[in-house]
T-cell receptor, first 115, second 113 residues
Framework: GAGVSQSPRYKVAKRGQDVALRCDPISGHVSLFWYQQALGQGPEFLTYFQNEAQLDKSGLPSDRFFAERPEGSVSTLKIQRTQQEDSAVYLC?????????????FGAGSRLTVL | AQKITQTQPGMFVQEKEAVTLDCTYDTSDQSYGLFWYKQPSSGEMIFLIYQGSYDEQNATEGRYSLNFQKARKSANLVISASQLGDSAMYFCAMREDDDKIIFGKGTRLHILP
């Protein structure tokens, strides 16, 4: 597709449920990033991939969070046993190096509300 | 410690005036990149401008310019002739040598008619 596609756009989960958020990056983009954005705050880095390799997962808040990109294209962010503090917008972005820049193109985000 | 610091949580500027949004960064890498993104109330993240650490000239893109002061580790965004549509959150971001990209907490800009 022309842009980064994220689904679902909105997800309401009961505390304790597992959720899976999908990101379909721009075709051919090597790098894929996940960020968590709380209301009125900046995007907080969660993890990133180059192709299928997860190069940094230092931002994942706990072992309840897991991300994968098995074929170097679509990525899934999974949150197990959701808690209220997980409520946020989850942003996915993809990029490919161009003249030294790695400009991120963002998806519209998945807004997760945990009740 | 914060790697990207945006000290202005909110700013109010009269339409048509120029505005400077502050950003300081902290890195020990020699090769890095700095970005500015705009996030309107609709929530989309829009890329505005990029500056590489080895670029000698300040980056410019239309009404946007990046005032890069390497020794001071400062990368301020300047918007000339502000418009009502410039009202949004603005985020400074940095790519370090490992290609990880991190963001600051943002500045909310309000343009007044």
């Amino acid at each position: 597709g022309a842009g980064v596609s994220q689904s679902p756009r909105y997800k309401v989960a009961k505390r304790g449920q597992d959720v899976a958020l999908r990101c379909d990056p721009i075709s051919g983009h090597v790098s894929l990033f996940w960020y968590q954005q709380a209301l009125g705050q900046g995007p907080e880095f969660l993890t990133y991939f180059q192709n299928e390799a997860q190069l940094d997962k230092s931002g994942l808040p706990s072992d309840r969070f897991f991300a994968e990109r098995p074929e170097g294209s679509v990525s899934t962010l999974k949150i197990q046993r959701t808690q209220q503090e997980d409520s946020a917008v989850y942003l996915c972005a993809s990029s490919t190096p161009l003249f030294g820049a790695n400009v991120l193109t963002f998806g519209a985000g998945s807004r997760l509300t945990v009740l | 410690a914060q790697k990207i610091t945006q000290t202005q949580p909110g700013m109010f500027v009269q339409e048509k005036e120029a505005v400077t949004l502050d950003c300081t960064y902290d890195t020990s890498d020699q090769s890095y990149g700095l970005f500015w993104y705009k996030q309107p109330s609709s929530g989309e993240m829009i890329f505005l401008i990029y500056q590489g650490s080895y670029d000698e000239q300040n980056a410019t893109e239309g009404r946007y310019s990046l005032n890069f002061q390497k020794a001071r580790k400062s990368a301020n965004l300047v918007i000339s002739a502000s418009q009502l549509g410039d009202s949004a959150m603005y985020f400074c971001a940095m790519r370090e040598d490992d290609d990880k990209i991190i963001f600051g907490k943002g500045t909310r800009l309000h343009i007044l008619p």
